[in-house]
């Protein structure tokens, strides 16, 4: 099932991102045509939310939207779909791999304002690779011609993680956006993201576009890292009840029951989703050594 695990040469001849190791992915299954993001973030800080809430305002400014979950928790899109849906490896197992038999009711389903939802799954723990699962997910949405006529596609991708799952929505993104909050631990999974961003640049049109704020009620470590390193918020989410209690009632905000504190937030995802669309500038972001962030956050 698994593809061996290659080393991927680049333009100049080096390794893809200074010495890594991953599955190869395959140039051709680039997805051409709609503008694509990929969410990143610290494991819990509310990715998911993030961008089924983004896909939704999306969807909102007419735009034709695809979610792909890329954590093998599968639960990316369950507040647009209001179920766990089969995942991508589920399906493919049941038809013994062979990706003829199956038909894009299969593995796509429809959630909130007609977002397209995806889960990608992932292998069984310690057996084999995120980005086969990913690959193979941009693959049959191709062959399936899921993509033609798609406007946005929002990958959410699994966090803390440093292999090929991480890495395989790096083939097709333009821009990557990390979810961040106000705290020491988040930023720096930011900052590690930032790196590991970078170090894919020699062979993909990737780059960062900024972070958002989320769950936080001020930004003062935010910004001040923003500032060291070149980074940019695009976008603010504070501390918000209804937020946390969308995901109980397995709905994204934009259902929940109006008040000024929800529309607030609403209009900051539509006015993010806004600007990602009409293009954010990629950003010349530094990492830290993990010894500068220490002492740049105030930590002894």
Known sequence: MLDTLNTRPDKSGGLD???????HMDPSLHIEGAKVFAVYGKGGIGKSTTSSN????FSKLGKRVLQIGCDPKHDSTFTLT????????DVLEEVNFHTEELRPE???FEGTNGVLCVEAGGPPAGTGCGGYVVG????????????DDTDVVVFDVLGDVVCGGFAAPLQHAERAVIVTANDFDSIFAMNRIIAAIRAKTKNY????????AN???????????NARTGMKTLAHVPELDDLRRSRLKKCTLFEMEASPEVERVQQEYLQLAATLYAGVDALDAQ?????????LLGYD
């Open 17 to 23: 991102g200074e010495g890594s190791t991953q599955v």
């Open 54 to 57: 983004l896909s939704v305002a």
């Open 82 to 89: 209001k179920s766990l849906i089969p995942t991508v490896i």
């Open 106 to 108: 299969d593995f796509v």
């Open 136 to 147: 193979q997910t941009v693959k049959l949405l191709k062959e399936h011609h899921l993509l």
């Open 205 to 212: 049109a990737v780059r960062v576009g900024g972070c958002i």
């Open 215 to 225: 769950r936080s009620r001020d930004t003062e470590q935010i910004d001040k890292f």
């Open 287 to 295: 990492s830290l050594k993990d010894r500068e962030l220490f002492d």
